[in-house]
């Protein structure tokens, strides 16, 4: 099965490949560059270089030459690279500029390494077929780079994974449910350039190997079964190699690789990429609608994401479900007029009218739905695995325990060491050279191992999370009386225990272990701090047990690296203490903790006081000696005042309406209502305490604000904040939905309560791209591939939610279902599980 020698193939075979490959249909079809930069033709999509490399995350498969086929992103990272299967952190070209040549069809990208001097221009041509690749250098590729250079382009596993390749049309294997190639070491040469110290680092800590190549030819086609992936891969230079990436690491793709040859420079290489492309396909229709079903009464909208090609019908069809499996039309109607957004058109299909309870599906252009439910309580079962299961799964420095699975055990109880200065972390953290701090460089921080939640899939303690889950649940708590309780949390036997209720309500007991940690900070070095981080690539990348990535001694200099002395060892893989003092920490934290000492009265009377008085003395603290501020993390001028509001308002809560709190929420809401969004909505939190002037600016606030978001809102088609980024914007339509809300309680006659409504109708599955609900384990269709810590398993974390879509730039919108590697669309985090929980409940609120 393994073809390890690369003797160049004779040119006839490749020219008897190429042509063998090329379907009667698609050889005259030509692609043509768009307006939008890309090369194009019905069913068949390349962009190269629209989307770069991430400035601290580099390689987040989502770069160099993509190749879109039948409206699947299959392939990324289409570039030059020094290794076949390269991972997150490994090297990646620099991008000079970028041209699309409409004359030419053609697209061209010059590129770097500046570090071994090699200059380049990547250049992607439409051909009869397919594009026509080549790799042409300024230079002979340099002597250092030989056998290390080749032209790579991954493969998306969720869609290869168990099917086939053929090489040069006769010899054919299956791509491995999991890696099994034999590896090889691949020592970098003793004078490569330097990399970052913690690139170094991992390098050493993982071994220099790479896997051998599954098979290697003059072509390869992938998918030859089936007619959606089916793709061929030949090249007129050295020959093309599979590899599987999964052996290094396990969010790897399957590689093509081609060597780069010494001596040449034009056309050093050239592949040509044929898809077997179906002669007018169209993506069939999406039916976007909740998969938790809706209340009666209510709005039923569902959204229709067209192919602009697609022949749509004009109506849609809800049925309803028999207990004898039948369904029965209750309802046929119009969809409105497609509009089209990005590369595809948008329809509503209007079903308000059918109210009866029961279990229906929408039937429209040959399809029908999931089910999903009409019924009054349909919101109220949509947060509690939020709650009960995902935040209790991400708690830090105790054992979480369902049943008979333990999700994990007590974890790092060696927090923390003391950052040392002038540090610039990979996950971005930092320091100067001030560290704030009475520790020195590398000592052991006492008191740091308590409370907390991990962030997201990775395992950082990381503060302004911790704040907006502690204020969500707080707030959630009073607001909509959150007694759910099914946890049982015991902080000195540091255990938790789902399914197990034990008196006291989670959304308690959560905040509870969020200020634990908040205080420790506080306690610990005079204020609160950015964070707690794992000090190395090999301890960040770790998937499996939490209490397993360190060994959970403290660090002790005195002690050989194997050695172990009681609770200490010579193993300095505790995690980092960013200690640094920063206003806008020293703000969240009065804000968390005057929120959270609320939600504990009546529970834990002591902890409550001690979270207002610590609020009240971080509030005094910064307003006698302003922190300077190191670093801005809010961007344009006026958002700094943010963070001052927020800890206003929860401190003039807290304190029923105490001063000075009362006069400076007047003082900052003109400046905070430019930034209405971020936080200046806040004050329909501080009405009950404020005067009727007051509340005349919030409502003019409120209706220019209404007259903006309406306008925008109307240029999408699902009537929530677009996600525009380079993550997905689910925590934004969460926040939406529960700021809405407020608003709606404060001003009903102003903001109505659709918006809310709106929000968690398109998280539980009216978006873009698929109507998988964002929520795992939520409706009747979740994602439940999702970037969890358990991620390695192809798994989810119950009630987790994803951030959803993003949009491929320029234009194609991408959330795949079955896949779960893709950290800006499936990365879970707590702050935006905690922004769920509470729209949830507003939603749940609106509409009982
Ligand atoms: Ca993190
Ligand atoms: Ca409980
Ligand atoms: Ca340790």
Redesign the pocket.
């Known amino acids: 099965m393994y073809l390890r020698s690369i003797a160049a193939l004779p040119q006839a075979i490749l020219l008897s490949a190429l042509f063998a490959t090329l379907p009667a249909s698609f050889a005259g079809a030509q692609m043509k560059v768009t307006d939008s930069g890309y090369l194009d033709t019905q069913g068949f999509s390349v962009m190269l270089y629209q989307n770069t490399y991430h400035p601290v995350f580099v390689d987040e498969k989502n770069a160099a030459m993509q190749i879109i086929l039948h409206g699947q992103r299959i392939a990324t990272n289409g570039d030059v690279r020094l290794m076949p299967t390269p991972e997150q952190w490994d090297l990646v070209a620099k991008l000079k500029e970028r041209k699309a040549d409409k004359e030419h069809n053609r697209l061209t990208a010059d590129l770097s390494f500046p570090a071994y001097q090699m200059d380049y221009t990547l250049e992607v041509t439409a051909e009869p077929g397919g594009v026509r690749v080549s790799v042409n250098l300024d230079k002979p590729l340099p002597e250092k780079l030989a056998g290390r250079a080749g032209f790579n382009l991954e493969f998306l596993p969720s869609i290869y994974t168990g099917k086939s390749y053929a090489v040069d049309g006769k010899q054919f294997g299956v791509i491995p449910r999991s890696p099994q190639d034999p590896m090889q070491q691949v020592l970098p040469p003793a004078d490569d350039p330097k990399k970052l110290p913690y690139q170094d680092e991992w390098d050493q800590a993982k071994g220099y190997t790479q896997p051998l190549p599954l098979v290697t030819g003059g072509s390869i086609t992938l998918a030859a079964e089936n007619p959606l992936y089916r793709v061929n891969v030949s090249s007129e230079t050295a020959p093309v190699s599979l590899y599987d990436g999964r052996n290094r690491a396990q969010n790897g793709w399957f590689v093509l690789r081609s060597l780069i040859p010494s001596g040449k420079t034009e056309g050093a290489v050239v592949w040509h990429i044929h898809p077997d492309l179906i002669p007018n396909w169209t993506r069939p229709p999406m039916v976007a609608h909740s998969q938790a079903g809706y209340p009666p009464n209510f709005p039923k909208v569902a959204v229709i994401e067209l192919d602009p090609n697609f022949d749509a019908p004009k109506t849609a069809k809800v049925v309803r479900l028999g207990a004898d499996g039948s369904y029965h039309q209750v309802f046929e109607g119009p969809i409105t007029a497609p509009t089209p957004w990005l590369r595809y058109h948008y329809a509503n299909f209007d079903f308000s009218t059918v109210n009866e309870p029961g279990l229906y599906a929408i039937e429209y252009a040959g399809q029908r739905t999931d089910l999903f439910p009409i019924a009054r309580d349909v919101y109220s079962r949509t947060w509690q695995s939020s709650l009960d299961g995902f935040l209790a799964v991400e708690m830090d420095h105790v054992s979480v325990r369902e049943g008979y699975r333990l999700w994990h055990g007590v974890s790092h109880m060696?927090d923390a060491r003391q950052a040392p200065p002038n540090t610039q972390h990979f996950d971005g953290y930092s320091t100067g050279p001030n560290l704030d701090s009475h520790y020195n460089p590398g000592e052991h921080i006492p008191g740091l191992n308590v409370g907390g939640w991990f962030d997201a899939g990775d395992y950082d303690n990381i503060a302004p999370s911790q704040y907006t889950v502690i204020e969500n649940l707080s707030l959630a708590y009073k607001e909509f009386g959150l007694k759910w309780d099914e946890l049982s949390v015991d902080e000195t036997a540091r255990t938790v225990e789902m399914h197990r209720p034990d008196g006291v309500p989670d959304a308690v007991q959560q905040v509870k272990h969020g200020v634990l940690q908040v205080l420790a900070q506080y306690k610990a070095v005079g204020h609160p701090f950015m964070g707690m981080i794992e000090p190395n690539l090999r301890e960040y990348t770790h998937l499996g047990d939490a209490a397993s990535i360190?060994?959970?001694?403290?660090?002790s200099d005195k002690l050989g690296p194997n050695e172990i002395d009681g609770n200490y060892?010579g193993?300095?893989?505790?995690r980092w203490a960013f200690t640094t003092k920063m206003p806008f920490l020293q703000y969240g934290a009065a804000a968390a903790l005057a929120s959270a000492s609320r939600a504990l009265k009546g529970w834990d009377d002591p902890l409550a006081k001690e979270c207002l008085e610590t609020a009240i003395k971080l509030w005094d603290e910064e307003h006698a000696h302003p922190t300077p501020s190191q670093r801005s993390f809010y961007g344009p001028p006026g958002m700094a005042a943010i963070g001052e509001w927020r800890a206003a308002v929860q401190l003039l809560i807290a304190t029923d309406g105490g001063e000075p709190y009362k006069t400076r929420v007047r003082e900052l809401f003109p400046t905070v209502r430019q930034h209405f969004a971020f936080g200046g909505w806040m004050a329909a939190l501080a009405l009950p305490y404020m005067d009727a002037e007051f509340k005349q600016q919030l409502e003019e606030a409120v209706k220019s604000y209404k007259t903006e978001l309406d306008a925008d809102l109307a240029k999408t088609p699902f009537g929530v904040p677009p996600s525009l980024g380079t993550w997905g914007g689910s925590s934004q339509v969460a926040a939406f939905g529960s700021r809405m809300y407020f608003l709606h309680k404060a001003f009903p006659q102003i903001v109505g309560p659709e918006y809310t409504l709106r929000a968690a109708n398109y998280l539980l599955g009216t978006h873009p791209v698929s109507s998988t609900s964002y929520i795992s384990s939520v409706g009747t269709v979740s994602k439940l591939k999702a970037y969890g810590n358990n991620r390695a398993d192809g798994t989810f974390i119950p009630g987790g939610m994803i951030p959803g879509y993003i949009v491929i730039k320029p234009d194609f919108p991408e959330s795949i279902d079955d896949f779960g590697f893709l950290w800006f669309e499936n990365e879970y985090t707590v702050s935006t599980t905690s922004d769920w929980i509470l729209a949830a409940n507003a939603a749940d609120a609106l509409t009982r």
């Open positions: 060696d360190t060994d959970e001694r403290i660090y060892s193993k300095p893989d505790d």
